[in-house]
């Protein structure tokens, strides 16, 4: 079954919000579009409380976009965003949602970021999300929304360790560092993983 993953398509990571990816907007009526391709469509939400380990403002002294290391891993300190309940979290006011089935949030731990929607940076914590996919019966993942080096990224890369097929949508992302999401997509296509454009799903 042909699964689309949304990631993180907040308010907080379109341009006017608190860590805006470059033309995050663009790509919301694109991920309309595609929505009606797929048999399932999942989003992950970042949901993180007032005063998350990820938060510059949350380590006095320290910047924004500095690297620290929390608890053994490496974590980059970024500005207050995606808080619960905030309109920063809430999902972008055009993308359609009468297709999503399931909402996956991640980052709720105080202490522990999480890019994928699968699990915690360090990978102490499941979100479900790889169960939830199987009993589904769901097999080719393909992944669009925001930032595309980070939570895409993480994203695709633990959906191959969990053993889906994955595929990015490269023209349904955006990243917040060009040159960043380049590496990111050498090492997906390296580990097994696709790109592809949106023009392969809608003719
Ligand atoms: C994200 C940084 C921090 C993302 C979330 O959705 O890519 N990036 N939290
Ligand atoms: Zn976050």
Same mark, same amino acid.
């Given at each position: 079954m042909k699964t689309l993953v949304i990631i993180d398509?907040?308010?907080?990571?379109?341009?006017?919000?608190?860590?805006a990816v470059p033309q995050?907007?663009?790509i919301v009526s694109l991920i309309n579009k595609l929505q009606? &391709?797929?048999d399932l469509v999942i989003a992950t939400q970042d949901w993180h409380p007032e005063e998350?380990?990820?938060?510059?403002?949350?380590?006095?002294?320290k910047e924004e976009f500095e690297s620290i290391d929390l608890n053994g891993t490496d974590q980059i300190l970024w500005p207050?965003?995606?808080?619960?309940?905030s309109e920063g979290a809430?999902?972008?006011?055009?993308?359609?949602?009468? &297709?999503?089935?399931a909402i996956f949030r991640k980052?709720?731990?105080?202490?522990i970021d999480s890019y994928s929607g699968f699990y915690d940076n360090a990978h102490l &914590?499941?979100?479900?999300l790889a169960g939830y996919l199987r009993e589904k019966g769901a097999e080719e993942l393909y992944f669009c929304g925001l930032a595309a080096e980070y939570c895409v990224y993480f994203s695709v890369k633990d959906a191959l360790q969990e053993g889906f097929k994955a595929v990015l949508i490269e023209d349904a992302t955006r990243a917040l560092d060009q040159d960043d999401f380049e590496k990111a997509k050498k090492d997906i296509l390296e580990k097994g993983g696709k790109i592809i454009t949106s023009d392969e799903i809608i003719n």
């Open positions: 398509m907040q308010n907080d990571f379109v341009p006017g919000g608190a860590l995050g907007d663009e009606n &391709k797929f998350h380990a990820s938060f510059a403002e949350s380590h006095p002294g207050v965003h995606c808080v619960q309940n809430e999902f972008h006011p055009e993308l359609e949602n009468a &297709k999503i089935e980052g709720t731990d105080p202490e &914590k499941s979100t479900g």
